[in-house]
């Protein structure tokens, strides 16, 4: 089955600690990206990426960081730099031959720092 | 001024109900709009697309677009407890979707038995 995987489901860290969350696809999708989503906040973009090795910073980049190596895996660092990094993280997909660019979310990691 | 607007709810009706849940929006360039089902602690998950105006019709769902008020709705027939979840309507940026959608912050519905 085509999906989008991310691991782990639950992450615990302390404080000052950097942290990766891993995403794969085998969508066979050219785009993937990153959000956050706190309770009532909505989803917020962190990064994207178009193309391997290239990708964007989104509207809350500060304090994470990407690679795009291959073209199904997508992980985001959450770094010491990031003031608030407990939240509900999420990996997308879509693909990029059509304008709709609808996209396809994995489950989600919650990363909890304390 | 937000560019997606969405009441939170929760918005609370009986089972076999119908229900409408809206997005309001500033962006004119706005053409790709979505609406996504969630479940709590889970990903979100794709419902529907519509291109422009019109409605789109999918099962129990109905997605319908008005570009001139900036207005879109998803109506749900014959609602079930399973339909209990939070929706996000979303649009393609102004990039034309290449960086990313624009995200209502999703109604809360509960369809009680």
């Known amino acids: 089955d085509g999906g989008i995987t991310q691991s782990p489901k639950y992450l615990f860290r302390k404080e000052g600690q950097n942290v990766t969350l891993s995403c794969e696809q085998n969508?066979?999708?050219?785009?993937m990206y990153w959000y956050r989503q706190d309770p009532g906040q909505g989803l917020r973009l962190i990064y994207y990426?178009?193309?391997?090795?290239?990708?964007q910073k989104g509207d809350i980049a500060e304090g994470y960081s990407v690679s795009r190596e291959k073209k199904e895996s997508f992980p985001l660092t959450v770094t010491s730099a990031q003031k608030n990094p407990t939240a509900f993280y999420l990996c997308?997909?879509?693909?990029?031959?059509?304008?709709?660019?609808?996209?396809?979310f994995g489950p989600g990691t919650r990363l909890t720092v304390t | 001024q937000k560019e997606v607007e969405q009441d939170p709810g929760p918005l609370s009706v009986p089972e076999g109900a119908i229900v409408s849940l809206n997005c309001t929006y500033s962006?004119?360039?706005?053409?790709?709009f979505m609406w996504y089902r969630q479940y709590s602690r889970k990903g979100p998950e794709l419902l529907m697309y519509t291109y422009s105006s019109g409605n789109k019709e999918d099962g129990r769902f109905t997605a319908q677009v008005d570009k001139s008020s900036k207005y879109i709705s998803l109506f749900i027939r014959d609602s079930q407890p399973s339909d209990s979840a939070t929706y996000l309507c979303a649009m393609n940026g102004p990039g034309g979707g290449a960086d990313g959608l624009t995200f209502g912050k999703g109604t809360h519905l509960i369809i009680q038995p």
């Open positions: 990426s178009q193309i391997v090795n290239d990708f």
């Open positions: 962006n004119s360039a706005f053409q790709y």
């Open positions: 969508l066979n999708h050219d785009a």
């Open positions: 997308a997909s879509s693909i990029t031959s059509t304008p709709s660019y609808e996209q396809y």
